[in-house]
């Protein structure tokens, strides 16, 4: 498959390339190509679960891979020899042969990636959160409506039988008007309450340290931080809500059509300056939708549950959503298992479910089919910046530490300026969005 633009313009791809800093003349656009034919698909990040999203992808012409790290990068392209290896996602933009990308960096390299690659008229697949900050999320979805790319968030779940199961039981109206939503998780797995290491260690010889770090400010290399605890810590991280929110608000955003928050309270464990709290509840009010009441979500990690009461069960699973409705509750565990309504005693008339949702043949199929005939996905970016955008707010309550109200019109926490620097960050010299 060859370098293509569909509903993008080749003007409006070639401006974009050049504010991203790689965009090179040569680089052509073909027509559509036919569904039979693979696309040629680039891989940023092909450790930890960028290998999962290479096995979702790898029915397709694995073209180029990137990462960091030599070890994951040196086992996938001896398993993908015609493959091109890179160390920088930057030089593997500028591949001239390339339809496509998916993005498995740690957070707060996300949108910095994505937003290139769409400014380079690619398709986009990139790892939840889509994001690291809400002002990122702002940016991608705008980029994904002017480019045309097709674009799909990887919260895998989104694509299950037991979530989509559960919305079409919200939307039918079978459970009722629904107004509490309880979310639980038992991240954090990852140190959380700490203060930043005081030692200085010398970086492996497999790591590029400073591509690792990436548009994050700099800071001396430690080994708390790579391959995976750097989810605690603010500059890379989105902590258990940011790791796990758009997996398990999502059968709830879904179903319900929720929107922004009117309104977040934060009660936690110390909430430091380089990491995340311990433990933490956050109440999420949203507003009114049409004939649907407002909700209150509440969510809880680190070793915090709902009442047990609430389902009359003894304990809960380590992570699941718990939606109440008037006539009955929905559990829905996590990782795509079936749904279960409770009480159990209730049952429905499957006639009477009057919303349905096309079967799905699972989350990168469904984005690499929208890639090859022009199509749509459910989890795009314009939807995955909304939901993403819930978690993160989760997080700007923690750090501001009390009761916040959200203008999503204006991206702004009335009442709050010093907000203002966990919506937007700023870049380390050399990077932008």
């Known amino acids: 498959m060859s370098n293509r633009v569909t509903r993008r313009t080749v003007l409006k791809t070639a401006v974009g390339c050049v504010a991203a800093g790689v965009w090179s003349e040569s680089r052509g656009y073909a027509k559509t190509p036919s569904p039979n034919e693979r696309l040629n698909i680039g891989l940023i990040g092909v450790g930890g679960h960028g290998i999962a999203n290479l096995a979702g992808v790898e029915s397709q012409n694995i073209a180029a891979l990137c990462d960091v790290d030599s070890r994951p990068l040196g086992k996938m392209s001896a398993e993908f020899t015609k493959a091109r290896t890179y160390r920088d996602f930057r030089k593997l933009l500028d591949q001239q042969d390339l339809d496509a990308v998916v993005i498995s960096t740690p957070d ?22 889509l994001a690291h900050s809400v002002h990122e999320l702002r940016v991608l979805a705008k ?17 299950s039988d037991g979530v989509r199961r559960a919305v079409e039981l919200v939307r039918s109206g079978a ?47 430690h080994s708390i931080y790579h391959s995976f605890d750097w989810r605690g810590f603010w500059d890379f991280g989105t902590g258990a809500i940011g790791d796990m929110g758009c997996h398990l608000i999502d059968p709830a955003y879904w179903a319900l059509e929720l929107g922004a928050p009117r309104s977040i309270t934060p009660e936690s464990t110390p909430v430091g300056q380089e990491t995340g709290p311990k433990s933490a509840q956050l109440t999420f009010e949203f507003t009114a939708r049409g004939n649907q009441p407002d909700v209150t979500l509440t969510w809880y990690d680190g070793g915090r549950l709902p009442p047990t009461e609430l389902a009359e069960v003894k304990r809960w699973p380590p992570n699941g959503t718990l939606i109440v409705g008037e006539r009955a509750k929905l559990f829905v565990p996590n990782r795509g298992r079936n749904c ?57 309550a923690l750090r501001v530490g009390e009761k916040i109200a959200w203008d999503a019109e204006k991206m702004a926490v009335p009442g709050h300026p010093e907000a203002d620097e966990y919506l937007k960050r700023e870049y380390r010299q050399g990077w932008s969005l």
């Open 108 to 129: 707060h390299t996300h949108a910095v990636a994505a937003a290139a690659a769409m400014r380079c008229g690619l398709h986009v697949y990139c790892e939840k959160p």
């Open 143 to 159: 980029l994904a409506k002017e480019t045309g790319v097709v674009t799909q968030m990887g919260n895998q779940d989104h694509a």
């Open 175 to 221: 459970i009722g008007q629904v107004r509490d939503v309880h979310v639980w998780t038992d991240r954090p797995t990852w140190p959380q309450g700490i203060d930043r290491p005081p030692e200085t260690l010398p970086a492996p010889d497999y790591l590029d340290w400073d591509l690792w770090l990436g548009p994050a400010p700099a800071r001396p290399y």
């Open 340 to 396: 279960v309504v409770l009480p159990k005693t209730v049952t429905f008339d499957e006639s009477k479910i009057n919303f349905r949702l096309p079967p799905t043949v699972g989350h990168h199929q469904e984005w690499i089919n929208a890639c090859k005939t022009d199509g749509a996905t459910s989890s795009d970016f314009e939807y995955g910046a909304r939901l993403t955008e819930v978690c993160l707010l989760g997080n700007v």
